[in-house]
């Protein structure tokens, strides 16, 4: 009997004790990308899915799979043991795991892969060996010829080809440190991600040349060695002299370089590089310093000579090209540009001699990636915030895209898609099937094969779980509120603890970055909510994030509203966020805090120095503090030159802000930071010692802008703790 009673007494105990106490705990590790058990908390994916040919192939174990779209049965291409016999047989070494691979040709069943520095082009038809490549270790760059197989690749400043057969080929023998060729330029600005462009048919290689001697060098000093050692780089702030840009076409026949004749001014914008069909001519997309005209020019890539200048688009704030031309498949006279000329990111007709043939979309939505076209050039397929019923000429919702097929002769637009949600898709090359992979809120990852043809599902290849199904989860939800201007709809993403008590009053952190080219409330899987958001509300934080003005995938006028006053607009409206909050019961308003990182860091630091009595504390990552300091592509595109602009400038500059100080603000910087360089956070230290305010400091050695990598967690316990000092909740 003692023991019966001893039993119910221990049962009564448990289920009595609080359910904090006996749920699961989430680490930074879990939650965190790095943390060593982060992947179990991502929604499940198929590895490697990709179109190969006519088939979709991923990898499953040690397995390389395909399959028909329309077929049910699965087959193994290979097994790493099969593939390890193969490159054994061809005297390469083995692979320890099964290599990333990549599809270079959607026409052909090839696929590729590298490792220790081996490039392997392997035919999945013939299970043999098509091609392998020794570039250099040093190689930064590599272009692949489809047509021929020629790869293209930088080695230090230069560029070289090598041949299938391991023939290798100068193409350009640079002395000068101060000259770079083959690699992007204009810090990646205007959509350049690369400096090197075959030819459809290979006969020839346009590279990007640039010049950054009269560029000045900025420092940067690693710390691992036993001496530092100093690698500067060239970084134009703005307001400084800028590198300049030619491209170069080298010919393979008679292995000759013609250099187009771009002309003055030197410092200008060589953007979106494309080869026409033919290979005649290329289109470079052409802007201004002050990036307020950008021309479309054809080149001849026989002679340099400048063709025809096709058009000039115009914009009193900047024009940002971020596509190339695209001609369509079977109509060399023709191709498709983008444009935000209407307000939106839109698609345009376009013949070679210039002439407008017409707008293709138009709405309160914006057009997102080309995806391509159909074999006979009459459709187009690409992703946009449209709204999925076509006959609503409402705005489309920013928070969601979806992937539309649109005839160019008459108009009629499909959604292929409308399973509500983010959508990633990829066409195959004959345009007839998508791989389409869903999320929604509730939705971790959905993966479904769609007919082209019908716009419906024809095979579902995941449904993955929820990650957190057994663990108690904060409540995520997505709302709008007026902007400062008193017209403009904000969305914005609420937290909350697990099983909120709204009797009980909570500490609130508001997670901000509030610049271009970037959304943080989203429709996908919990509304964008990250590991962070989710670890300190589940700690007892209400976490708030709203997408100011200046944010991404509202339009131009939404997002240039910014120009030359940087900071003004988006803390107007983040305070708008924080007036939305206050109305609420349950939070504590005498304890906010915020943090961002880059544009973000910028603007937690200019709302803790402007609004000193709303924000008790606050964590800046990298912080923009100085836009004088900032690189020139981007800066200027924003804020004009220091010199037309001197009052934005100074209004913006938080040095002249630091005495402004009550709270606790924390700055975080990496010290080989290449995008927003050290000396910001450096130098507003200073200003706040000169004005006798007291910010923290935390350096990450080694890191670049972003604090990647093992060490990622450890940011993320360090601004937990920050934050916990001055808003740990009551109950914790």
């Not at 390890?84 to 052909?108: C, H, I, R, W, Y």
């Not at 840009?245 to 914008?269: A, C, H, N, Q």
């Not at 007839?432 to 971790?444: N, V």
């Not at 912080?623 to 804020?639: A, F, L, Q």
Request: proline share 6%; aromatic share 12%; net charge neutral.
């Amino acid at each position: 009997m003692k023991i019966k009673y001893i039993i119910i007494y221990v049962w009564v105990m448990l289920i009595s004790m609080p359910v904090k106490a006996q749920e699961k705990e989430l680490t930074f590790q879990d939650l965190i990308p790095g943390g060593s058990s982060n992947y179990r908390f991502i929604p499940q994916n198929i590895r490697q899915l990709q179109w190969c040919g006519d088939k979709y192939m991923y990898v499953r174990g040690d397995s390389l799979l395909t399959s028909d779209p329309a077929g049910k049965k699965e087959q193994v291409a290979f097994t790493r043991k099969q593939l390890n016999a193969v490159l054994a047989s061809a005297g390469l070494p083995e692979t320890g795991s099964m290599p990333a691979f990549f599809v270079p040709d959607q026409k052909k069943t090839e696929i590729a892969f590298q490792y220790k520095n081996n490039r392997v082009h392997y035919d999945l038809a013939t299970n043999r060996i098509t091609a392998r490549y020794e570039p250099d270790k040093s190689g930064s760059r590599w272009e692949y010829d489809k047509a021929n197989g020629n790869i293209a690749y930088t080695k230090e400043n230069n560029v070289y080809i090598i041949t299938p057969d391991g023939r290798t080929e100068t193409v350009t023998n640079e002395t000068d440190p101060g000259i770079v060729c083959g690699t992007s330029v204009h810090q990646n600005e205007f959509g350049i991600h690369k400096g090197l462009f075959w030819a459809p048919k290979g006969s020839a290689l346009a590279f990007y040349r640039m010049d950054e001697s009269m560029v000045t060098d900025y420092p940067v000093v690693h710390i691992s060695e036993r001496t530092a050692k100093a690698e500067p780089f060239k970084y134009p702030m703005a307001g400084m002299k800028s590198h300049e840009v030619t491209v170069g076409v080298f010919r393979l026949s008679d292995k000759r370089t013609v250099w187009l004749k771009t002309g003055l001014p030197k410092e200008k914008y060589l953007t979106n590089v494309a080869w026409s069909p033919d290979e005649k001519s290329l289109y470079i997309a052409e802007l201004n310093r002050g990036q307020d005209t950008c021309r479309l020019v054809r080149y001849s890539a026989e002679t340099g000579e400048c063709e025809a200048e096709l058009f000039v688009e115009t914009n009193e704030r900047y024009v940002e090209p971020q596509q190339p031309v695209r001609f369509l498949p079977g109509h060399a006279e023709r191709f498709i540009w983008q444009s935000r000329r209407d307000g939106y990111n839109h698609l345009y007709l376009y013949d070679t001699s210039g002439k407008m043939l017409k707008q293709l979309t138009a709405g309160r939505w914006a057009v997102q990636e080309v995806l391509g076209f159909d074999e006979t050039g009459h459709h187009v397929f690409f992703t946009a915030t449209a709204p999925r019923d076509v006959r609503s000429a409402e705005e489309g919702s920013p928070l969601e895209t979806y992937a539309w097929k649109l005839n160019m002769k008459n108009g009629k637009r499909d959604c292929l898609n409308p399973k509500e949600g983010v959508h990633r898709v990829q066409l195959n090359v004959t345009a007839t099937y998508l791989i389409d992979q869903t999320s929604a809120p509730a939705t971790p990852r959905d993966i479904d094969i769609i007919n082209v043809g019908t716009g419906r599902s024809i095979r579902s290849l995941l449904t993955a779980k929820d990650p957190y199904e057994s663990y108690r989860m904060p409540d995520v939800r997505v709302g709008t509120l007026t902007a400062a201007d008193n017209r403009t709809k904000l969305y914005y993403r609420l937290v909350t603890p697990p099983d909120m008590d709204e009797t009980k009053k909570y500490p609130v952190i508001v997670y901000v970055y509030g610049g271009p080219h970037a959304q943080m409330v989203t429709g996908g899987w919990m509304n964008g909510a990250g590991g962070w958001d989710l670890y300190m509300a589940r700690r007892g934080y209400i976490m708030f994030t709203v997408d100011n003005r200046g944010s991404a995938n509202r339009g131009f006028e939404f997002e240039s509203v910014i120009h030359r006053r940087l900071g003004e607009v988006e803390m107007a409206d983040q305070m708008k966020g924080i007036d939305f909050l206050k109305s609420l019961p349950y939070v504590d308003t005498e304890r906010i805090g915020v943090h961002g990182w880059s544009y973000g860091g910028f603007m937690t630091t200019n709302l803790m120095l402007t609004h000193p009595d709303v924000f008790r504390v606050g964590v800046a990552g990298g912080p923009v503090i100085d836009w004088n300091r900032y690189e020139i592509m981007y800066g200027e595109r924003y804020m004009d030159h220091p010199k037309e602009n001197p009052e934005g400038y100074k209004a913006s500059d938080l040095l002249n802000k630091a005495g402004n100080l009550k709270g606790n603000l924390l700055l975080i910087h990496g010290d080989e930071d290449p995008v927003v360089v050290w000396q910001h956070s450096l130098l507003f230290v200073k200003a706040c010692v000169d004005a006798g305010t007291f910010p923290d400091y935390f350096v990450y050695p080694g890191h670049p802008h972003n604090v990647v990598g093992k060490d990622r967690p450890h940011l993320y316990e360090k601004i937990t703790r920050y934050f916990d000092a001055q808003l740990k909740p009551v109950d914790d």
